[in-house]
């Protein structure tokens, strides 16, 4: 049995470089592991034939083939052909479906654990299995700070500044993802703003910090939900350093210069009805 940490991730940059003949989109995208985590505890063991069991103490999330964290197991198996009573469960802490690649880390934990397990893979191998699982799986499998390009799945390491101090706020409102890069489709028509050069003036400040003036997420320009401007008008009032949505959102994350600051950023937004998370900068993946 093993349990796995499952940390949720922010954008520091995203943006959308054009529309895919798959129609999926490339992306240019600079991510980062932060504290707020689920758990998962892993058992496996092998089979005549395979059955995965799914528990969690979220009583909305999907237990079956909907679940990122089912195919995960599912295609770890299948690429080597093998059978095994695989049992999951998952502490839920990361809210769903708010850009913060929930789901995307717990089937990442998902694929650490059984190769803990069953010792079928390599890296590589790992990482090809999760760039079939979902976008922001194959970041969430390495963890820490990267350069995501392609889908999602072409990722580059990075030095990883350290944000000692941030607050996550989520409202009610949700945008679909899909409906999302459809909005982004209409406004740009195919032809998309090239911000590459705020994208490497970002990475470039890491060796010192973090350069807040290039923190961007083209969603921003797209989703336009009352929430989220509510929670960074609250964050720049108690001097947020910097406000972004993560993904597509409603996520968004505040950084601050000191704890007091932070917390008394999360004690009014919960006081406002929003959901918020005191976080700071994680390293993925460390087993429990």
């Known amino acids: 049995m093993v349990r796995e940490q499952a940390n949720a991730k922010i954008n520091l940059f995203l943006d959308v470089l054009c529309r895919r003949d798959d129609g999926f989109h490339n992306i240019k995208s600079v991510m980062h592991s932060i504290s707020l985590s689920d758990f998962l505890t892993v058992s496996a063991s092998w089979a005549e034939e395979t059955l995965i069991n799914i528990r969690s103490d979220a009583s909305d999330l999907p237990s079956g083939k909907d679940n990122l964290v089912y195919r995960a197991a599912d295609k770890y198996l299948s690429r080597f052909n093998k059978n095994a009573v695989v049992d999951i469960y998952i502490e839920k802490h990361i ?19 059984l190769n803990k397990i069953l010792k079928c893979a390599t890296e590589e191998q790992l990482l090809e299995i999760a760039s079939e699982i979902g976008s922001d799986v194959s970041f969430c499998l390495v963890g820490g700070t990267a350069l995501c390009e392609g889908r999602g799945e ?45 994208c490497e003036s970002l990475i470039y400040s890491f060796n010192k910090g973090i350069d807040n003036s290039c923190l961007y997420n083209v969603f921003e320009d797209v989703v336009r939900l009352p929430e989220v401007d509510k ?3 609250i964050m720049k009032k108690n001097r947020a350093e910097s406000t972004l949505m993560s993904g597509s959102g409603p996520a968004v994350f505040g950084i601050f210069s000191s704890y007091k600051e932070a917390k008394n950023t999360q004690n009014e937004l919960l006081k406002s009805g929003f959901d918020a998370y005191y976080a700071t900068s994680a390293i993925n993946g460390e087993s429990i």
Request: hydrophobic content about 40%.
């Open 95 to 113: 809210p769903i479906s708010a850009g913060l690649a929930g789901g995307s880390s717990d089937a990442a934990a998902t694929l650490r654990a």
């Open 154 to 198: 072409i990722i580059t390491p990075l030095t990883s500044p350290e944000i000692s101090h941030m607050v996550i706020a989520i409202g009610n409102e949700r945008v679909s993802t899909p409906k999302a890069y459809q909005s982004l489709d209409v406004l740009y028509n195919d032809v998309f703003p090239d911000n590459s050069e705020k």
């Open 231 to 233: 929670i960074k008008e």
